[in-house]
């Protein structure tokens, strides 16, 4: 059996054919029983999604989640597990701190011309999940068409078919994605995983009146979303008073929240940062893109850390307004807002700059944010 890795979201769902398309035949594909061996358990925490622990077991059978973490959200650490095997489905776990899960997972089988899988639905914090009782829209290499239905694991499984390349579009509100995946004479198997979300990271708005002025701000999610921290706490918006400074309430030097929000991201622009430099890197990028000051310090402080790791990264503008709507009393003179999807690359690549808007001048009241969408 060959093993097709398509661990990665790919693009946006294609458009419907205007005509009616021909019918994909396939014979339906269920799992099997069977005893696997060599199973890779990667153990993240549910409330950071960040990777705690990864092990192998020789066997299926019982096992103890005993992993110490700081994690958010519940009052026992807790976790989601993915558990792998060669020629076997792969699994979701869920375990607090002093559980034991059954490890017991379900063989793929081995059929000429067939496809199939695991659907998990994301979320860059949060526990993952089987995208489970989902419809599928399959598309042949010819234009032909099928629907079937994920079980209550996220699995799917087509046999029969045809040698090349399918699509599978997940039927589902907004931008679905489109995953690919090439049928040879085995079964070709790949676990695929989309995020219906992503979270602008530490969204920092700076204000800056002429005079100490009581202001109102309030966020609206034109595509849908919601703030899921703030500081000062956002409670249908925020009643402050902001000084010429920019301090406000005495205490803060910005308003600070972050949102989760439906994944509108581009990739076409941008610029290509060194991560061996990273601090220096990220200060030019904010000077270019019209921040000052302490601005530029809360943004590499905060950052810098964050990002270490990787080599290099890509930097791509995003557009704000299309996300979260601003609305601010009284009005400010000049509003600038830039947002980042920062993506982790593993080498140096060649990427087309945006044209420069240019920063407005800082006269009258102005209102300054920064934010960030962090890609895997």
Known sequence: MRVVSLWVVVGLALAV????????????????????????????????????????LDSEGPVLVEIDA??????????????????????????????????????????PDALAGVIFEGDEYLAHGYYAHQDLL?????????TL??????????????EGTYQLRLICDGHPP??????GAGTDYADLLFYPNVYARAPNLYLYPETTTDVSVRLAFPQGGEVVVSEPPYANGWQVQVAPDGTIDDQWGYLFYEARLPRR???????????RALGTELRSLLTRLGFQGREIDDFVEYWAPELAGAAWWAAYPMEPEALVTLHIDPAPRQVHRVWLYLEPLAGPMS?????????????GFLAVEWGVVLGR
Request: hydrophobic content about 35%.
């Open 17 to 56: 054919m205007g005509c009616k398309a021909r019918s994909l035949h396939y014979d339906p594909v269920s799992p099997s029983e069977g005893v696997a061996t060599q199973i890779t358990l990667e153990i993240y925490g549910d409330g950071d999604g960040m990777l705690r622990e990864t092990r192998t």
């Open 149 to 162: 239905t994920t079980d209550a694991q996220g699995r799917f499984g087509l046999a029969g078919l045809a």
């Open 351 to 363: 990427l087309p700059e945006p044209a420069s808007s240019g920063f407005p001048e800082r006269e």
């Open 70 to 111: 700081d994690l958010p959200f519940t009052e026992a650490p807790a976790y989601y597990i993915y558990a792998r095997a060669d020629g076997f489905y792969t699994e979701l776990y869920y375990a607090v701190w002093g559980d034991t899960i059954q490890v017991d997972l379900d063989a793929v089988p081995d059929l």
């Open 265 to 275: 991201v581009q990739t076409e622009q941008g610029w290509v940062l060194d991560g």
């Open 178 to 183: 489109t995953f690919e995946m090439s049928n």
């Open 138 to 146: 399959v598309v042949g290499p010819g234009g032909e068409e099928a």
